[in-house]
Nanobody, 110 residues
Framework: QVQLVESGGGLVQAGGSLRLSCAAS????????MRWYRQSESVASITRGG??NYSESVKGRFTISRDASKNTVFLQMNSLKPEDTGTYYC?????????WGQGTQVTVSS
């Protein structure tokens, strides 16, 4: 099993920034794809090979990255909008299974 622990959520004003972290219990290079979800929407993903992808709603504002030495994936969120409000979940797809973190709340005030 892969355990995922998110952190970094909070309350921010519109236009502000937050950085979310997702620490995995095993090497992120063993994980096929890691994704950030906002509620049920996948907003960003990064493959084992480092290929990134973003939903149209966050493209140009959010950046997914990783630090392999810490087995951690980040989501840098800039120019936040009220519609970015929600619970953000980290997801790992590995060995044909999906694993989820507990979620971290992001609230963007107008």
């Amino acid at each position: 099993q892969v355990q995922l622990v998110e952190s970094g959520g909070g309350l921010v004003q519109a236009g502000g920034s937050l950085r979310l972290s997702c620490a995995a219990s095993e090497s992120i290079f063993s994980i096929n794809v890691m994704r950030w979800y906002r509620q049920s929407e996948s907003v960003a993903s990064i493959t084992r090979g480092g290929i990134t992808n973003y939903s149209e709603s966050v493209k140009g504002r959010f950046t997914i990255s990783r630090d392999a030495s810490k087995n951690t994936v980040f989501l840098q969120m800039n120019s936040l909008k009220p519609e970015d409000t929600g619970t953000y979940y980290c997801n790992a797809y590995v060995r044909n299974q999906n694993y989820w973190g507990q979620g971290t709340q992001v609230t963007v005030s107008s």
